[in-house]
């Protein structure tokens, strides 16, 4: 697939760049935001994908220059070449607070450890050449530690794991209720209780939001699309809600 412009304006650009995983490794999504002449890459990525994105990456820039890296939370196909990112650019990487001590096990050289910076639990904004991209949290969705990142000028929510789909082969979420046999059981399984994502929904229906974007699978597009899966996610039974049909100790077949 390739690179899918989401939004672009005369100082402002979103691109989904193309699915760089192949074979055994769960598919991810990486996210180019640009606003005027800086940029910031979302969730970028393992080491398998790193080359790959990273030469991508740079051929979408054009004169804009890479000066931050998010990392939603800990997991290897979002962290992983984290320190590959910050070796090879002087962008400046954000993480939750609550995983700063535990990304560097994936090998961070102390010559780029003072540039991974801690996010609040309750998120922050970042200034991007004066486009304010919010922080949100997102905690137990699936990680303890996560957070997702709203861009007000496309009104673009990058919702990492949540909403994640695997299986399907279209970008864009053409009809919902179709859509939901490729991501149901992801989400009861990796989302923690339906009481998290009720947080969720209450909290992001004050935003104005076009797309919802995932770090897998297809995207939400168009105002309906979004309601039905914020709807969606406040209703759902999921993670420590359906404990007494996962709490079962094993037998010998």
């Known amino acids: 697939m390739p690179s899918l412009t989401l939004f672009q304006s005369p ?37 398998k994908v790193y080359s790959k994105v990273l030469g991508e990456t ?20 979002i962290v992983a070449a984290a320190n590959g990112w910050l070796m090879t650019t002087d962008a400046t990487g954000w993480a939750p607070s609550l995983w700063i001590r535990f990304i560097p096990h994936f090998g961070l050289d102390n010559l780029v450890a003072d540039r991974l910076k801690p996010i609040p639990d309750n998120g922050m904004i970042l200034n991007l050449a004066g486009c304010d ?14 957070l997702q990142v709203y861009d007000p000028v496309s009104k673009i929510l990058y919702s990492g794991d949540l909403g994640a789909s ?3 082969d279209y970008q864009e979420v053409p009809d919902f209720d179709a859509h939901l046999k490729y991501m149901e059981g992801f989400h009861k399984r990796y989302m923690t209780s339906n009481r998290a994502m009720h947080a969720w929904a209450g909290m992001v229906r004050e935003l104005d939001i ?22 969606w996610c406040d209703e759902l039974t999921c993670g420590v809600d359906l404990l007494p049909e996962q709490y079962t100790l094993p037998h010998k077949n």
């Open 166 to 168: 695997l299986g399907m």
């Open 11 to 47: 100082n402002h650009k979103n691109i989904l760049l193309e699915d760089f995983g192949r074979g055994l490794a769960v598919q991810a999504n990486q996210h180019l935001i640009i606003h005027e002449n800086s940029a910031i890459l979302l969730d970028p990525g393992g080491h």
């Open 133 to 146: 991209l919010m922080f949100i949290p997102a905690h137990f969705l699936h990680s303890p530690g996560n």
């Open 210 to 231: 076009e797309i919802i974007a995932p770090q897998h699978g297809a995207l939400f597009r168009g105002r309906g699309m979004v309601q039905r899966f914020i709807d």
């Open 58 to 77: 740079f051929a979408q820039l054009g004169r804009a220059k890479l000066e931050h890296l998010f990392f939603s939370h800990q997991d290897p196909d």
